[in-house]
């Protein structure tokens, strides 16, 4: 089942109600911990009344929704790599902020194209969308000024009842890769203002926006060898 028809049957009331009365706003939270005790794992997922399962047009989704609140979760778990290698190991690669709290960086990262992605949506439904980060490789120096290679995200997604919290979609797992440029090609960009953050916000704004809207979800682009690499 994908996020579009449980979303949607948000819009046509089949578990919410009073969709009238006013709700806080939260989507400028800060990043918090308030979903570290949610369960991404699929294969713990237990479906519950709650569980939408009705199908409806995908118009519905853009008239009705509201994304009224964001949490992004970054597991401090999650390994950070800084070795100057073509391809670092590790779960979170990331240099074009200063050396510091990479977790916070590439949160701030997500939740920014989040809630950019989710603009959009202003209807009087409001549901609560519940990121947790798995890996985020952009490029080391090394790559970066000389072959280039693939932005590669991975991340986990729940929609919830923004009035019950309740869990009204399975948990599911979004990768997706941009290409990333090298060489002059880099250095060609960056004076144009495309930095590295610039297309990996919008690029991640534009994979959740099509996630909710789309009736397959967000589908990945193939881009070669250094995607494959990226599996490893």
């Given at each position: 089942m994908n996020l579009l028809k449980m979303a949607c049957a948000l819009t046509l009331g089949v578990s919410l109600?009073?969709?009238?009365?006013?709700?806080?706003?939260?989507?400028?939270?800060?990043?918090?911990?308030?979903?570290?005790?949610?369960?991404?794992?699929?294969?713990?997922?237990?479906?519950?009344?709650?569980?939408?399962?009705?199908?409806?047009?995908?118009?519905a989704i853009v008239q009705q929704i509201n994304v009224s609140q964001i949490n992004v979760n970054v597991p401090t778990s999650l390994k950070v790599s800084e070795a100057n290698r073509y391809y670092p190991s590790g779960d979170i690669v990331w240099r074009e902020d200063p050396i510091g709290d990479r977790h916070a960086q590439v949160g701030k990262i997500l939740k920014d194209a989040m809630l950019q992605g989710t603009a959009s949506f202003q209807g009087s439904v409001p549901i609560i969308l519940d990121i947790q980060l798995v890996r985020f490789h952009a490029l080391s120096e090394k790559a970066r000024y000389t072959v280039g290679g693939v932005h590669h995200v991975v991340f986990d997604m729940i929609l919830r009842d923004a009035k019950t919290g309740a869990v009204l979609s399975p948990p599911r797992r979004i990768e997706t890769d941009l290409a990333a440029f090298g060489g002059q090609q880099a250095k060609t960009a960056e004076a144009n203002g495309q930095t590295q953050k610039r297309r990996l916000t919008n690029h991640l704004a534009e994979v959740i926006r099509?996630?909710?809207?789309?009736p397959a979800g967000y589908e990945n682009a193939s881009l070669g060898f250094f995607q494959l690499v990226n599996r490893i």
């Open positions: 109600t009073a969709c009238g009365s006013s709700e806080v706003v939260t989507r400028a939270a800060p990043l918090s911990s308030t979903t570290a005790n949610i369960d991404y794992s699929v294969k713990n997922f237990q479906p519950t009344p709650e569980l939408l399962t009705a199908e409806a047009m995908q118009a099509q996630q909710m809207v789309k």
